[in-house]
């Protein structure tokens, strides 16, 4: 291990903007060159010098501060308006979003980093069930929403355009109608080749009439949406059942609390309908659950204050929301582009169909929302946009000189635990002090803070690590800190 740290680059410290040190910790870094430790003039652009990745600067994130400290903020984070939700005023504050329009907002650098680390779970889970990943037009044809009759039928949700020859479109707010003419487009498809799972990733559109609760209920998100195609309607239901089976262990990962409930079928259509939720005060759905059997569903789907499967439970009230829906389609899109497959007998068979959504925007926003206390950001911690954060000491404080094992820190983290790579940032704003910063990074919601301090400096150097989401404190060696992170799990 020691010979393994004392590989990170001599360079690591001539870029840091603090003095030279007197003493160095060996696993860290090795002693500066007589040349650099001879130079005064002042470093201002330290870069991200160091063990290759080395860490994010924090005083280089690119997050908007004009609307950090309002305390009042509209629920398009507007000056004068009452705040409607946890989740949107704290990422608000955080400089995570920033409002563009109503019900559309900028996703600033680190949220997209915690956005593309969910899409990359959801990739894992759905091609672990064979799902194979495309990307559909956002414009769409008005010609095949007419074709399944939901040009009408969706109403003022669709937003609609004409372009300049006249011809209507729509920005899609989900797909059926497109990926069901791809596929016929392709012709007949062996028996052979199915199930056939297509999903994709991208940003989608409804004209919301009143966008609220930040990315809860917006106008433009991200969306997962997945097609499936199947011989007969017992593989559908089985492909079914395997897509809600990746939506259980996705959320279970995620380390929320959900709930499947039975739901109704709306404007996509079909036969079989279930939402998956997350409770919470803020949810816009009314949920009925069993106390006795533990059956669900949205309220919206019953009359009966008893247990349509027990029948004797009493259903309970709660609140939840929602964050995937699936649904068992049958035959009512592919029979109307046939998208059919051949049989055995080499005869044509349409195809049965299921589609199934996650609100990957709504998502991280549902889990800042049943995670966080009032006044910080918790997220899952697979979601987390850096895993760790380094504070190195006040600049002309007590243990200044500990601010160059600070950067060795960082880039001998990334050698000896190689999931931390490009998962530590390090806040350089050491005008600030340790205090300050340890706010910002806990508002922040960084999974693990290490504070690098006079003890540092010592003998046996130390560490103080902080878990912040227990709020544990404990004082580590540099050993004891790699031994404490081994276990960090990363995406």
Same mark, same amino acid.
């Given at each position: ?8 680059? !001599? ?10 040190? !007197? ?14 430790? *001879?130079?005064?003039?002042? #470093?201002?652009?330290?870069?991200? *010098? ?9 005083? #280089? ?100 355009? !004409? ?28 028996? !052979? ?124 009230? =709660? ?42 925007? #709504? ?34 404080? #007590? ?6 094992? *600070? ?22 704003? =050491? ?61």
């Amino acid at each position: 291990m020691a010979s393994l740290l004392r590989r990170c680059p !001599r360079e690591l410290l001539s870029r840091a903007p603090h003095p030279p040190l !007197r003493t160095q910790h060996p696993h860290l870094c090795t002693a500066l060159p007589p040349s650099t430790a *001879a130079r005064s003039e002042p #470093r201002t652009e330290p870069g991200n *010098a160091g063990c290759s990745p080395g860490p994010q600067l924090v005083s #280089r994130l690119f997050r908007p501060s004009n609307l950090r400290e309002e305390k009042d903020l509209a629920p398009g984070g507007r000056p004068g308006e009452a705040m409607t939700c946890k989740s949107q005023r704290l990422m608000l504050q955080a400089g995570l979003i920033h409002p563009a329009n109503p019900g559309c907002y900028h996703y600033l650098p680190v949220t997209v980093r915690a956005v593309e680390k969910l899409v990359r779970l959801i990739d894992q889970e759905m091609q672990g069930i064979g799902g194979q990943k495309l990307d559909m037009p956002s414009l769409c044809a008005a010609d095949l929403w007419r074709r399944s009759e939901r040009w009408d039928l969706m109403g003022k949700e669709l937003f609609r355009l !004409r372009d300049r020859h006249g011809a209507e479109y729509c920005l899609g707010p989900t797909h059926e109608e497109a990926v069901t003419e791809l596929l016929a487009a392709q012709g007949t498809l062996s028996y !052979r080749q199915l199930p056939l799972l297509l999903y994709q990733v991208t940003r989608k559109f409804r004209d919301e009439p009143k966008p609220r609760f930040g990315l809860l209920r917006g106008r433009e998100f991200y969306m997962k949406d997945m097609y499936s195609f199947d011989v007969n309607e017992e593989a559908a239901r089985r492909t079914y059942e395997s897509v809600c089976q990746a939506y259980a262990r996705l959320f279970t990962r995620l380390g929320l609390r959900w709930v499947q409930v039975q739901a109704d079928t709306g404007n996509i259509g079909g036969e079989l309908s279930h939402e998956f939720q997350l409770p919470a005060d803020v949810g816009e759905d009314r949920l009925l659950v069993c106390g006795d059997c533990g059956f669900s569903a949205n309220a919206e789907t019953l009359e009966q204050e008893r247990c349509p499967q027990c029948k004797g439970g009493m259903l309970a009230e =709660t609140k939840g929301i929602e964050v995937g829906h699936t649904f068992y389609l049958g035959t009512k899109y592919s029979s109307i582009f046939s998208a059919s497959y051949n049989n055995p007998q080499n005869k044509p068979v349409i195809c049965e169909m299921g589609c199934y959504g996650l609100g990957v925007t #709504r998502i991280l926003a549902a889990s800042i929302e049943v995670l966080s206390p009032e006044d910080r950001i918790r997220w899952p911690g697979l979601l987390a946009p850096y895993q760790v954060c380094v504070l190195p000491p006040k600049k002309g404080g #007590r243990g200044e000189e500990a601010a160059g094992l *600070a950067w060795g820190l960082c880039g001998a983290l990334a050698e000896a635990l190689p999931a931390l790579r490009g998962e530590v940032a390090l806040d350089d704003r =050491t005008q600030l002090t340790i205090g300050k910063r340890l706010k910002d990074a806990d508002i922040m919601g960084y999974p693990y803070v290490i504070v690098v301090g006079q003890s540092a400096l010592d003998d046996l150097p130390t560490f103080e690590v902080r878990t912040q989401t227990t709020g544990e404190t404990v004082f580590l060696t540099w050993e004891g800190v790699v031994d404490f992170l081994r276990g960090v799990e990363t995406v």
